[in-house]
């Protein structure tokens, strides 16, 4: 579920993230993504430095999308660049509800409602910082409808009861428009930007 909403979400945006879907497995439900790599291989580990400086609009969006879905497990096996390829961030199943015990969801999502990712792997690897306004605003223009579209997909499916779906649109809600305070937050940890133009609200 957490991969398939954050996958949802990241797609709306317009993020590169590989397009996929719950598919149903016997009696239960998994997810399935499309592959990324060459000749049906697992793509090599990211070079964050290279990445970020070969391809700072998706390093950029990869950030924000992060900030967003509250992923706190972005590292170089779930985010792979080949320059014949592109770029690609999966795996988010630690994002949203994470690792929540059953049950505990609303619960969770209420104590991640107002943590930052803070230390994120691709943040001091950032040369500019002109790619977030645009990024934020993509993520802004993604309406109430269209969030729950994606969650209440997972109701249909018997994953989340409509307690835990109105909860995580909710959530999503509220962190897609604190993304520029996120941002702002970190500062700090972009060390290898000298000028900001982004203000809390994502305008410059």
Known sequence: ???????????????????????????????????????????PPAEFDELAVERPWEATGVLVLDQWIANFDRHDGNLAYMP??????????????????????????????????????????????????????????????????????????????RLEAEALVDFLQYRQNNIGQFIEDSYSEFTGITAWTLDADGGE
């Open 1 to 43: 579920m957490n991969d398939y909403v954050a996958t949802a979400v990241g797609m709306a945006m317009g993020a590169p993230v590989p397009p996929g879907t719950l598919v149903k497995l016997g009696s239960d439900w998994g997810y399935l993504s499309l592959g990324f790599g060459e000749h049906g291989k697992r793509p």
């Open 84 to 161: 014949t390829l592109g770029v690609a961030a999966f795996d988010h199943d630690q994002s949203l509800f994470g690792a929540c015990p059953p049950g505990e969801g609303v619960e969770s999502l209420g104590g991640s409602l107002h943590r930052r990712v803070s230390s994120h792997e691709l943040a001091p690897h950032l040369k500019t910082s002109e790619h977030f306004e645009p990024w934020i605003t993509r993520a802004k223009s993604i309406t109430r409808p269209e969030l729950q579209r994606a969650v209440w997909t997972c109701v249909d499916a018997e994953l989340l009861s």
